[in-house]
């Protein structure tokens, strides 16, 4: 305890070096924050509005489908799965649909492209984009209607216009061709090309009677969850859960691998420019306590004469390195922390510059034009811990040099 | 796009019949009276096309923008749903042929020897480079399902006794248009003209007949053209140069081994 | 004089010289090594982008971007490429055509490039992105290189015949039997999933276009992607009534994204040049502050305020300059050994795109002269400001003062 006290008096002897070094351990603390936080809501933003597109968090799907997606792999009992799934603890949602290719022709164009088929009842513009992105009618509701949403893109491209007819021609399951026609209620934009000229919405009960799906078949279950970070574990759970080698399940790192290669960069590219500052804050940490030995060689030989054991010694220099990361800490937080809650709250619009560009994609998934931040408490704790093996390690090499001290030779210089 | 399977050597099985009026007259709603009559002479007129099977050699003529070719093809077809098309000339595509077989499509190419089943994404281009798609000879001829029928004109039309339909797909039909316009002879109920038109009105393609002959015992048109509208410089036209009505042939005709043979 | 003063100053004082020069040659070359790395993958997502595939500037036929179609053709392709290779540009005419290829009984869509390989290599480097097998080859006129998604739907490996079909310029059946010659590695999603490549020739007599290309793509001999107007001008003089389109508009959503990264960049750096600030301000502050007493007594001895001031000043450069020899020793050679064995990604994810462009899954630096030259300055300037006023206080302080300061 005496040396806890020793260590602290030490530490403000020299009030200006310790807090300039303080200051830099808070610079450390508010990088690793703003990097670490934009990353955490970031990332989270991006799964969160790429699971939104088709694909969710979680799929179940029949096997195969996710590799070559075609319309005879189909998902058996997909109706009672899904009781299953919405009622596990995290599970926000959970849909069931259809995904395949079609030709969509009007009488003046036929494009080709792909369909969504959804249940009107369990879908909502919270778990489908589409559906948020409608700019002109409703959704439809009846599941064996005929109605469909299609993109803006495509609308203009086969010269339609809400309420008219489009044919859609595909194949059923047991490869013929079938064709059937809808009339548009809904056209949507959400500002993504491919999305907007290839994507369309039909009632799920229709295509199953469309393509001979039986009532509990189709492509995959779509789960959304409230952690995007609980989705692997998820998927392991429904894996045992559902245990059948004819299904399988899988996770937007596997679904949806241009996302998760775009976040992969972009993390390690954080993460690279976290250690590197870390790197040089440590440097400045270790050229503050080693000055504070160097220059107290003589102190330290007087109390090593008059009894110090060098372990004590060694503590006391890394108690001071302690204090300085507390200190170092304090600081961070007070400057962090109103930067934190502005962001968090308000955030940095850059409405305008998207706007100039056009709209922004990445991984062709539409990012909000607000940068917000948002920490995971895991986040937080790693930041503190870091912060603080940072400067212990730091205290390190200069509590050697501490205890290296030779009380007579120190003694003998002036 | 009956018309496919008239194309496919049948001229006869449905029809395809009947006159424009003026082309955007609004359809009214056709009263009870009007598609009892339609479905009456429609019937008729299915009558006088019906024949089980058909052997016929015409030649395809095609006008495009950017190409014009002439082809001549040999074709067969029995009941609603079977039918051979091969080529004779060129020779640098002669064996290339179409088999229809119920809903599938299947395309043999004699230069790889190999037979593609024709996939949706395929339907809707062009077949033969034609201005027919693909989709025009799959589609069945489904007129008495899938639209309903008004007589629309009954008269004396640029000189002709004439009687036009207004065919309206029905709302669950499978069908691009808004609505078919067909002109017939009302003495022999030969088609004159069919125009198609989208949903709000405006005219997509038409087909037009002439050439009325005597073709194996029954006065038929010779000559089909196709114009699509919005270019008024193109068109594909067919020539009948012989037509057997009820010849005998096997089922394994329209087989995909057939398909290869060379006759 | 004041310079062997200020060398036995240090050496005086060596541990907390060395402790200063240690810590700002690390900071200098943790800069050099970030900037390589930036550097590294903007470069890499621009090449990728641009040397791929899509080249500096294309050139079109009016239209032929917004509708292709076979007919809307570039009719004097080989001489323009003449032409622009006379001035120094490399270029490569191209042909497209869609069409269904089949094997066994898949089928899928596909997108046929046609290649002129001699003069394709000069421009994009899609040939060394062949994942397995080999690029086309004019010895190998019925062998294709397809793309790596398209080989799993239609189920074939290397060696595999495929059949495509299509309709040619004479609107007559364009039928042929390929070879896989190569599988790609993934390029972007269009060329993964559709993309068939093939011979020119093979091209042009499959789909009955004799002459004419669809797409001129080039790119400056040194492969240096800066993309001058004056360039545009210069290929626009040699394509009258054509669309000539440099990569920034044929890459829109690149060009935005690489636009972010550039500034997003620019940002880190910044603020890794603030905590590289940090620690030499503290260092500066350090050694002179604590020296007070000392110049106190050297005032005393007689020595001017300038004289002080002159030789603080002369300290900290001969550090920096010792400094910046450690930034350069370590920095250098870490950046190009990272730009020689780049840091692998794979692990966490396999060859992936970025806004539709496919990147490279190992992350490699890139050594420029700026990326050392910034660095270094910087370095300089940042140790120069930070000891003026420490300076300035040694300089002025009044001996009895300076004695008593702690």
Redesign the interface.
Known sequence: MQLNRLAWKNLWRNKRRTLITGFSISLGVFLSVTFTGTGDYGYTNMIDASATMGLGHVTVEAKGFNETPSLDKRLKNSEKIREQIITLPNVSDATVRIMGQAMFASASKSVGGSFLAINSATESEKINLMIRAIVEGELFDENDGRGIVIGSIMAEKLKLKLGKKIVYTTTDINGEIVGEVARISAIFKTGLDEVDGAMVLLPIDRVRKTLGYTADESSMITVIISDQRRAEELRDQLTTMINDPETEVLSWQQTQRDLTGLITIDKTTNYLSQVLVGLVIAAGILNTLLMGVMERTREFGIMMAVGMPPSALFRLVILESFWLAIVGLIMGVMITAPWYWYLLEVGLDFTEMFEEMGGYSAGGVLIDPIMHIRLFKESIIAILSGVFILTLISGLYPAWRAVKTNPVETLKTI | MRLSRQLLGTIFCLLTVFIPSHINAAIEPPSAESVERAREILRSIDDLWRGDSSYAIFSMHVKTEHYQRSMQMEAWSKGKDKSLVKILKPLKEKGTASLKSGKHLYSYLPRTDRTIRLTSGMMMGSWMGSHFTNDDLVDESRMEEDYTPAVTFEGVRDGNDIIEFALIPKEDAAVVWGKIILTVFAKSLLPIEEIFYDEDGIETRRMSFSDYKVMSGRELPAVMRVTPTDKPDEYTEIIYETLELNVDLKDSLFSINSLKRRR | MLVRFAFRNLWRHR??TF??I??MG??GS?MV??AA??EG?LFDSKRNAISMNSGEIQIHAENYRRDPD??KRIDNGYEIVTKLQQEGLNAAPRLYGFG?A?AGTS?S?IKMSAIDVDYESRVTEIHKHVMRGEWISKEAPNEVVIGRKLA??LGVDLGDEV?I?S?A?????A???FNIRGILKSVSEEVDRAGFYMNTDTFRKLMVVPEGSHEIVIMPQDHQFNTLDERLAQVKSHAPGLEVLNWQKLL??IA??L??ADASIIV?IL??Y???A??I???M??GV??RIREFGVMKALGFSPWQIFGMIMLESQIQVILAALITMGVGIPLSLYYAEHG?D?TQ????????GIA?D?V?RSLLTPESVIIPVVMLFIIATIAVIYPAIKAAVIQPIEAIHHR
């Open positions: 541990h907390r402790v200063t240690a810590a690390l900071a943790v090594f970030y790395l930036m993958m076979l007919y269904l089949a089928s869509g799993r739907t059949v079909v309709q310029a004479d609107g007559s059946m039928d042929a039997l829109p959503a935005e994204i636009e972010m880190m603020i890794t603030i905590a590289v940090m620690v301000l503290n260092a502050l350090m502050f604590e840091i990604l966490f994810t396999g060859g992936f795109s970025f806004g990147l899954p992350w």
